[in-house]
């Protein structure tokens, strides 16, 4: 008779059907360890760590998970266009309007009632800049940032 090794694991094949959907299973290599130490996790493994730079939280129970493919930083102009700042009023008065902004968003993160941001890798320019780390910190909302775009379905589907 074939035991389960994994018998509290959840089944990612049907029992009835002879075939696995192998999009529904994920392997993740770690370095170190042997093939004694491997294990098979229930949900989702991350390789990036919770950001902590502004003393936000690493772990959350009872964890609202938002997926974001957007940035949390300020707009950027468009190639052709400059922005010429000629006094530090002006100056100012841009660094006030890119902090309120940062904090708008995040407040209205922080309205849907998540506690979890899973925020997508950039291409272009950081996807987060430090003051939005700082906001997401003090609404004690974990962040993991850089997360693949190619993961983004799975993360979603594995939700």
């Known amino acids: 008779p074939i035991t389960d090794p994994f018998p509290s694991q959840p089944q990612v094949a049907d029992p009835l059907e002879q075939s696995v959907d192998l999009n529904n299973i994920r392997i993740v290599r770690k370095l170190g360890g042997t093939v004694d130490e491997t294990e098979m996790v ?18 959350v129970q009872n964890a609202k998970i ?28 841009v660094l006030k309007e890119e902090r309120n902004y940062i904090a708008d968003l995040c407040k209205k993160i922080a309205k849907t009632g998540c506690n979890v ?21 003090k609404l004690k909302i974990m962040l993991i940032r850089d997360i693949e775009r190619d ?5 979603c589907k594995t939700l």
């Open 151 to 155: 993961e983004i379905e799975f993360i």
């Open 117 to 137: 941001i899973l925020l997508q890798k950039s291409i272009l320019r950081d996807a987060i800049t430090d003051l939005g780390v700082h906001f997401l910190s």
């Open 66 to 93: 938002a997926v974001l493919q957007f940035q949390l930083s300020p707009p950027k102009t468009d190639i052709e266009n400059s922005v010429v700042i000629s006094d530090y009023q002006q100056m100012d008065r």
């Open 42 to 59: 229930e949900g989702l493994v991350f390789t990036q760590k919770a950001a902590k730079g502004a003393g936000g939280p690493t772990r």
